[in-house]
């Protein structure tokens, strides 16, 4: 069996420990030759790739980015203004590949079910992404990082908010989606949680500023960078030529910080902790995530369960169709017990009365 394995989409921690794990374990059970393709389907088209043996993925299990690279630019329907598709089937073929694991996001997905449909090889998919937003995935890896990463950074600063009697905003990732936000907003103790799953009313947020301060002197805001005020638009942060989803979303917190600050005494501080969030070594939790999904990446291809994606479902390991997936983007349910959670604990959500 001849696999080859690329990373798509944004970088996130957990990588290597799935390039790790689904070499590894196809190397010992079935002995197949692995090929690593370089930044993600822009090594299908420019024809990069390298061998993956045991040796090139020892020692990889707690770093963090990816050892392939990877892109989330490039597109084989639409690269330099063509249709370099049937080129980058061509090139599969050329290599002699059985079937490609293609570790990504939805984006990742949508491209993977849609080379397969102009008939390219035959695919596994592994769900990663710091937002969370894959669909027919409870738990994507690098999540759980990004998570321990926001809380960390609203722990600190919440004390130098503190020491100022501050309304401190801090803006994070997760695209159109809030979960990194949600999670991380209640473990960070944050006073108000911003979504893009619900408008923000501004003036119930300077009431609560107004009012902590007088009690508690600081006020501590997470916000998703995909939240926007009610009546208001995405913030949008640049635009990416080539890039099938060009938007890149950014900057919430600093408009939230104008907003705020003639509704309010205290001084209001902004920070946006964008790629912080996707760097560094994965947590435990990623790294066993990211090591069962690679391993029952390589269940699947040797079952031969193509076009497919591995995923976690009430706890358990399972699998989707891509077809499912692609196309599709996960958000926060309004009905999600987290957000009962924290309105029933006295954590504003921005809704207004
Ligand atoms: N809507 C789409 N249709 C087809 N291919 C897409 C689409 N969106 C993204 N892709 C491909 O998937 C790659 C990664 O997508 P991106 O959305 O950036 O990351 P992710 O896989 O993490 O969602 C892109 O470089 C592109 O090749
Ligand atoms: O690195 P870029 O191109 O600025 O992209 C930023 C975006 O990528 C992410 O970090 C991860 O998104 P994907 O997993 O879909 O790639 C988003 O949270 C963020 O909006
Ligand atoms: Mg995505």
């Known amino acids: 069996m001849r696999i080859g394995m690329l990373t798509g989409g944004g970088d996130c921690p957990g990588l290597n420990a799935v390039i790790r794990a689904v070499t590894k374990s196809l190397i010992r059970q079935c002995g197949?030759?692995?090929?690593?393709?370089?930044?993600?389907?822009l090594g299908l088209i420019e024809r990069r790739v390298r061998p993956l043996g045991w040796d090139e993925v020892s020692g990889i299990l707690a770093t963090g980015g990816t050892i392939l690279g990877t892109s989330n630019t490039a597109s084989p329907f639409a690269w330099r203004?063509?249709?370099?598709?049937?080129e980058v089937v061509a090139y599969q073929r050329e290599l002699g590949l059985d079937a490609l694991v293609t570790i990504g996001g939805d984006g990742t997905m949508t491209m993977a079910a849609r080379l397969g449909e102009v008939g390219g090889v035959p695919m596994v998919g592994v769900p990663k992404t710091i937002d969370n937003d894959i669909a027919g995935c409870e738990r994507s890896f690098g999540f759980d990082t990004a998570v321990a990463t926001v809380t960390e950074a609203l722990e600190r600063v919440e004390t130098t908010g503190q020491s100022h009697g501050r309304v401190m905003i801090v803006e994070t990732m997760g695209r159109y989606a809030g979960w990194i936000a949600l999670e991380a907003g209640l473990a960070g103790a944050a006073d108000v949680i911003l979504l893009p799953e619900i408008d923000f009313d501004l003036e119930r947020v300077a009431a609560v500023?107004?009012?902590?301060?007088?009690?508690?002197?600081?006020?501590?805001?997470?916000i998703a960078e995909g939240a926007r005020p009610v009546g208001g638009t995405?913030?949008?942060?640049?635009?990416?030529?080539?890039?099938?989803?060009?938007?890149?979303?950014?900057?919430?917190?600093?408009l939230l910080r104008e907003?705020?600050?003639?509704?309010?005494?205290?001084?209001?501080r902004a920070t946006v902790l964008g790629h912080v969030q996707r760097g560094g070594s994965p947590t435990p939790f990623d790294r066993v995530l990211a090591t069962q999904y690679g391993n029952e990446a390589a269940h699947l291809l040797r079952r031969g369960q193509f076009g497919r994606m591995v995923t976690l479902q009430d706890g358990r390991l399972a699998s989707v169709p891509l077809a499912a997936v692609a196309g599709q983007n996960r958000r926060v349910p309004l009905d999600h017990p987290l957000l009962v959670c924290a309105r029933e604990i006295g954590v504003c959500l921005g809704e207004a009365g």
Do not use: K
Request: charged share 30%; proline share 5%.
């Open 234 to 254: 995405l913030t949008v942060e640049r635009a990416v030529a080539g890039s099938p989803d060009p938007i890149r979303l950014g900057g919430v917190a600093h």
């Open 259 to 268: 907003r705020l600050q003639p509704r309010v005494d205290a001084e209001v």
């Open 81 to 86: 203004g063509r249709d370099v598709a049937a």
């Open 32 to 41: 197949a030759e692995v090929i690593g393709i370089e930044d993600g389907f």
């Open 209 to 222: 500023c107004r009012e902590r301060h007088a009690r508690r002197r600081a006020t501590l805001i997470c």
